[in-house]
């Protein structure tokens, strides 16, 4: 009988190195490719990237460097160095404001202005201000609302409508003079809506109803002075012609046209009190042969 024990001891006494061996290289692989991944994490520590439309602050210990980092990969030192982006690309901010006008109403606009940091002073627009949100929240917000402001209060309500152009015009030179200081770029200004107070429109509205209505009265005045003037001019040629008909019609004028419409009878004549009726062409001598 074969002793089964001895046999499975000898097995794993066989077995047991290889699994250990086995183990072993497992765990050396592990820690080469933990060693591999710490070495490329500190070699890429060494090196930033600054994307397209960007600009890098460099900042040693803190302190931010003269030097600009434009786009592209550049070797800095870590815990020495650090970096922030700022985007120099076109941003756009909308807000909405309130102003008073030159005759005190109230105009309600809404401003949308496109703006960008000059590339070449990133270093100090962050050194002086901040990141984008920064100069958003402390720099271009309080200068649109200031400027809009200082020009709707040179202009009345009716202006600020009929006077548009000259009113962005004037919003466009505040705000490029206002954010010149901090680096900051202008590149357009749209007042997207105005509008004013209900109590405003109403009043405008009112305003335009009278002024059509004074334009109606007008019309029907002067259509009732023209239909005078024609009857006047009319009545004045009639008594003309009466004039002219009185001076020129005399005595033998009236018998020839009285000539020309007798019918070559005589009158009949009749007697009071008789039943006898009398034609003249009865007393005439016969005119036959």
């Known amino acids: 009988m074969v002793d089964t024990r001895s046999n499975d001891t000898r097995d794993r006494a066989t077995t047991a190195p290889l699994v250990t061996s086995a183990l072993n290289s497992g765990a050396t692989l592990a820690a080469w490719i933990l060693l591999g991944l710490l070495g490329l994490a500190l070699a890429a520590s060494f090196w930033v990237v600054i994307p397209a439309g960007e600009r890098g602050v460099w900042m040693r210990f803190g302190q931010v460097q003269d030097e600009i980092l434009a786009e592209g990969l550049h ?16 941003q756009k901010q909308e807000i909405a404001t309130e102003a008073a006008s030159k005759d005190l109403q109230d105009v309600f606009s809404d401003v949308a202005l496109n703006w960008h940091i000059l590339p070449d002073q990133a270093n100090g627009v962050y050194r002086q201000i901040g990141d984008e949100a920064a100069v958003v929240r402390s720099i271009i917000n309080p200068a649109i609302e200031e400027v809009i402001k200082a020009v709707m209060a040179h202009y009345t309500a009716e202006e600020v409508i009929t006077r548009r152009d000259q009113v962005k015009a004037e919003v466009d030179a505040g705000l490029r003079s206002r954010l010149a200081p901090y680096n900051l770029a202008i590149d357009d200004v749209s007042l997207t809506t105005i509008h004013f107070s209900q109590q405003f ?14 334009k109606q009265a007008e019309f029907v005045a002067q259509k009732a002075l023209r239909q005078a003037e024609i009857e006047i001019n009319l009545a004045r040629g009639t008594a003309e012609a009466h004039q002219i008909l009185q001076e020129t019609l005399t005595p033998s004028i009236l018998k020839y046209e009285a000539l020309q419409k007798w019918d070559g009878r005589l009158p009949m004549i009749t007697g009071e009190g008789t039943s006898t009726v009398i034609e003249l062409d009865d007393l005439l001598p016969d005119k036959g042969p």
């Open 201 to 214: 429109r109403d009043a405008v509205e009112a305003k335009q109803i009278a002024v059509q209505e004074a």
């Open 75 to 90: 070797f800095v030192i870590p815990l020495v160095d650090s970096v922030e982006t700022l985007s120099t690309r076109v």
